[in-house]
């Protein structure tokens, strides 16, 4: 696996079932949403500002996409929080190495500031990518278990990467008709 | 890493959060329950006959060990479901190769009879179980995130084992106190 074809399998619509285990407390939070992942093109101009602000060569990319994402929690019960976000995502692959490199994020998961991570594929063809935050680390598992089915694992860390303080664990289902976002 | 040290980590009291997807019908359920891992000796009788079940030599095992399990199910939300159980497990590593091997058990996963799987490990140390049933097949991963934290996906998947119905996420921890079960 390299992060170019795992790319590829990406995109399209994917109907997320996401649960989240805040383990000091033993509670769960339930999310049930819609997933966009869209290839973008290398000169895209916000793909050449994400690079400029890390001062890393545009040419290095490969593979540059957009994930957006519309979803419901059920954390307040009485109030349906609606989640909605998009980032721009921007994998710089090792030139010595195919199956590892770094992915700049123009919005992060854990803190919603521009973040850079490292990423690897592991043997089985897991991408395993690893974020370190200002007061956090996140970790990241992704795999396919068939071409329209994927899973990801999501840590949480505590800042010296000792600690887990959230795991989640969400199944993407491919939708084949993504007029139907439910 | 390799069986016998996997078992060695596992063992002792867990306090377990366990998230299900149903992914046909992108239902829920939450488990919270307690996991007790024990060693068990190479001639205890019950290892014994469940490797006679299989026509496998004795000799051959490595670190079997009892798993328990209690723990409450959110499925019947009128009436929670006790889930209690317990079943034997015992490694028969691969002569050729200390990262794979089978796993016998006295009762499955997916289906309650004695099983057989199939083990390995992936280079990052995760521990990956594959087990064919008459009318299913599962697919479990675990690993630790820390030497108190492990976590595990498991896949029931269809007959064939390309489609899943039901894919769940665990989040275990290890008690300390484990006179304290919850």
């Given at each position: 696996?390299?992060?170019?074809?795992?790319?590829?399998?990406?995109?399209?619509c994917?109907?997320?079932?996401?649960?989240?285990?805040?383990?000091?407390?033993?509670?769960?939070?339930?999310?049930?949403?819609?997933?966009?992942?869209?290839?973008?093109?290398?000169?895209?101009?916000?793909?050449?500002?994400?690079?400029?602000?890390?001062?890393?060569?545009?040419?290095?990319?490969?593979?540059?996409?957009?994930?957006?994402?519309?979803?419901?929690?059920?954390?307040?019960?009485?109030?349906?929080?609606?989640?909605?976000?998009?980032?721009?995502?921007?994998?710089?692959?090792?030139?010595?190495?195919?199956?590892?490199?770094?992915?700049?994020?123009?919005?992060?998961?854990?803190?919603?500031?521009?973040?850079?991570?490292?990423?690897y594929?592991?043997?089985?063809?897991?991408?395993?990518?690893?974020?370190q935050?200002?007061?956090?680390?996140?970790?990241?598992?992704?795999?396919?278990a068939?071409?329209?089915?994927?899973?990801?694992?999501?840590?949480?860390?505590?800042?010296?990467?000792?600690?887990?303080?959230?795991?989640?664990?969400?199944?993407?289902?491919?939708?084949?008709?993504?007029n139907?976002?439910?």
């Open positions: 696996m390299d992060i170019a074809k795992f790319v590829q399998l990406s995109l399209g994917w109907r997320s079932q996401r649960s989240a285990h805040h383990l000091a407390f033993r509670h769960f939070e339930e999310v049930i949403s819609t997933i966009e992942i869209e290839a973008l093109a290398h000169e895209n101009t916000e793909v050449i500002d994400l690079c400029k602000t890390h001062n890393i060569d545009p040419q290095l990319t490969s593979s540059p996409f957009k994930m957006s994402w519309s979803g419901e929690s059920d954390w307040d019960e009485d109030e349906d929080e609606l989640l909605e976000g998009s980032t721009i995502l921007v994998p710089i692959p090792d030139p010595e190495s195919s199956t590892k490199g770094r992915l700049l994020r123009g919005r992060g998961y854990a803190e919603t500031i521009p973040s850079i991570g490292e990423y594929f592991s043997d089985d063809g897991t991408f395993i990518l690893i974020t935050y200002d007061r956090a680390a996140a970790e990241e598992k992704i795999w396919f068939t071409p329209n089915l994927r899973f990801r694992v999501s840590l949480i860390k505590t800042n010296d990467g000792k600690g887990v303080t959230t795991a989640s664990f969400s199944s993407e289902i491919r939708s084949l008709n993504p139907i976002k439910n």
